[in-house]
């Protein structure tokens, strides 16, 4: 997304009222996202607790799905005390490890029904804060990301304020 925003602040490009820039193939062509190609993931991350992250996470998922006109799948990785579905009002419908469960190459609307409508254009995956919840292995991250951007053409994560191996994949 960096090289199709070419030196533009993401926040400078949405408040612009640009559209959002279509994501780049690797030869560096822009176009509109395909069927077929993967979508890309923006992991928002901060060491330390309260300074805004899933109310930017949050409110970056929506901008993406107003400017783009495209679903946008958003990724609560806080198990513990996770707040992606409070700024909702709702509650995840399903589990992150339901998402694991998956095939490989499942369909976008496979996905997609795992998660929680949170918003026009924005689905939420996530499980109910549990403080007592084991972090899902970095690998298994890896793979939930993949099956996300298989689906979606943005996905959000918004990722705990540690350094862990869950973390580090997104």
Not at 114 to 123: E, Y
Request: glycine share 12%.
């Amino acid at each position: 997304w960096q090289r199709a925003m070419a030196g533009e602040r993401v926040g400078d490009r949405l408040s612009s009222g640009s559209q959002v820039p279509a994501p780049m193939d690797p030869s560096g062509a822009v176009g509109a996202p395909e069927a077929t190609t993967n979508g890309q993931v923006i992991t928002v991350f901060s060491t330390k607790g309260g300074t805004g992250k899933t109310f930017l996470a949050c409110n970056l998922a929506a901008a993406l799905a107003e400017r783009s006109g495209s679903q946008v799948g958003l990724l609560d990785l806080d198990h513990d005390l996770g707040d992606v579905f409070a700024y909702f009002g709702a509650e995840p419908s399903r589990t992150l490890q339901e998402l694991l469960t998956l095939d490989d190459g499942a369909d976008a609307e496979a996905v997609a029904q795992l998660g929680t409508p949170l918003a026009k254009g924005i689905t939420g995956f996530g499980s109910r804060p549990d403080p007592r919840a084991e972090p899902i292995p970095g690998a298994a991250i890896a793979r939930m990301l993949s099956k996300l951007k298989d689906a979606f053409p943005f996905s959000v994560v918004d990722a705990t304020s540690e350094y862990s191996d869950h973390v580090l994949a997104a």
